[in-house]
Nanobody, 119 residues
Framework: QVQLVESGGGEVEAGGSLRLSCAAS????????MGWYRQASGKPRELVAQ???????DYADTVRGRFTISRDKTWNNSYLQMTNLKAEDTAVYYC?????????????WGRGTQVTVSA
C-alpha cells in the first residue's frame, strides 16, 4: 500500500510555469509506473503524463512539448514540470501509482492539487 500527496499547485498567469510534486510513502519499491492526471470542472479525469519502468514516458497530445514528467530512482517522488501554461490547463491534478497485475489492488491516487491558469 502507498500513500500519495501532491503539492505545488497554485494560480499562475498564462504563459507561466509550475512544478508539481508527488510524494509517495509506503510500499514504493513495487511501483511500476506513476502518472499525473487532471480533472477540470465538469469534465472527466484525463491522463496528462505517465512514466513507467524502463523510462517509458507518455504524454497527452495537449501537453506534449510543454510538460515534463520525471521521478526519482526509488519511486518516492514524481514531478510534473509545466511550462507555457494555458487557461485550459486549469484543473485539479492527481498523482497515481500503478502496481503489477499480481497485486490485489493496482492503482492508488492522491487527493489532488489545484492548478488555476488565468488568461
Amino acid at each position: 500500500q502507498v500513500q500519495l500527496v501532491e503539492s505545488g499547485g497554485g494560480e499562475v498567469e498564462a504563459g507561466g510555469s509550475l512544478r508539481l510534486s508527488c510524494a509517495a510513502s509506503g510500499r514504493t519499491m513495487d511501483i511500476i509506473a506513476m502518472g499525473w492526471y487532471r480533472q477540470a470542472s465538469g469534465k472527466p479525469r484525463e491522463l496528462v503524463a505517465q512514466i513507467a519502468i524502463g523510462a517509458n514516458i507518455d504524454y497527452a497530445d495537449t501537453v506534449r512539448g510543454r510538460f515534463t514528467i520525471s521521478r526519482d530512482k526509488t519511486w518516492n517522488n514524481s514531478y510534473l514540470q509545466m511550462t507555457n501554461l494555458k487557461a485550459e490547463d486549469t484543473a485539479v491534478y492527481y498523482c497515481k501509482a500503478l502496481y503489477p497485475r499480481s497485486f490485489g489492488r493496482r492503482e492508488y491516487w492522491g487527493r489532488g492539487t489545484q492548478v488555476t491558469v488565468s488568461a
